[in-house]
């Protein structure tokens, strides 16, 4: 089956680094997503990981050990717009990669 | 590329009513799918189309919801009857091909369904 944890909610302040933790269980893997999600908005797109180590793209980074079955999302520089929810997700292989999400983690920053 | 689209944006009916969404996916998208999204949770998969195939729908309440894709590109999910807990917001999203790779899904604005 699949399992997919991350934390409920996290708070920091604007300018500051904040790390999002994801564990994944599942059979077979065909990489991992994270999206962002503003408060009445669809998810956006912000990485894909298939392959160990980190991935940099601007301000977020995507980390990704496949052995120990997590993944971390990285914000730096951190400003008001970040404030939303952050899905990880993981496609199911068994299953026309269906997309699995995790409950979300909501993300509060403040000045 | 226009994105997915989906109406109505926002809905309000009773309990017992009936309510359909619509979705337009990106065109040349194959795989579309329908989520359902609880308040504070993540998506859920409804449905998913291949074509104009499904290809799961184990965790759709078929006493209550149905989906067709009927020419295989645009798509309908109904709720009949509604009941309190259906309220949610409903999200499409559509991919190339069983979303493989970093191009895989892109997410319509969805249909928030308050059931009252």
């Known amino acids: 089956g699949q399992n997919i944890d991350q934390p409920t909610e996290m708070t920091a302040t604007e300018g500051a680094i904040v790390q999002i933790n994801c564990t994944y269980q599942t059979s077979g893997f065909n990489g991992l997503f994270w999206y962002q999600q503003h408060a009445g908005e669809a998810p956006t797109f912000l990485s894909y990981n298939v392959l160990d180590g980190l991935e940099e793209k601007g301000r977020f980074s995507s980390f990704l050990s496949r052995s120990k079955g997590y993944s971390y999302l990285l914000l730096k520089e951190l400003q008001m717009k970040d404030s939303a929810s952050y899905l990880c997700a993981v496609p199911f292989s068994g299953g026309y990669n269906k997309l699995i999400f995790g409950a979300g983690t909501r993300l509060a920053v403040h000045p | 590329e226009a994105g997915v689209a989906q109406s109505p944006r926002y809905k309000i009916i009773e309990k017992r009513q009936s309510v359909a969404f619509w979705c337009n996916p990106i065109?040349?998208?194959?795989?579309l799918y329908w989520y359902q999204q609880i308040l504070g949770q993540g998506p859920k998969l409804l449905i998913q189309f291949q074509n104009n195939g499904v290809v799961d729908d184990s965790q759709l309440p078929k006493d209550r919801f149905s989906a067709e894709r009927l020419k295989g590109v645009d798509s309908t999910l109904k709720i009949q009857p509604a009941k309190l807990e259906d309220s949610a917001v409903y999200l499409c999203?559509?991919?190339?091909?069983f979303g493989q790779g970093r191009d895989g899904y892109t997410f319509g604005s969805g249909t928030r369904l308050t059931v009252v």
């Open positions: 065109s040349g998208h194959a795989t």
């Open positions: 999203a559509s991919s190339l091909d």
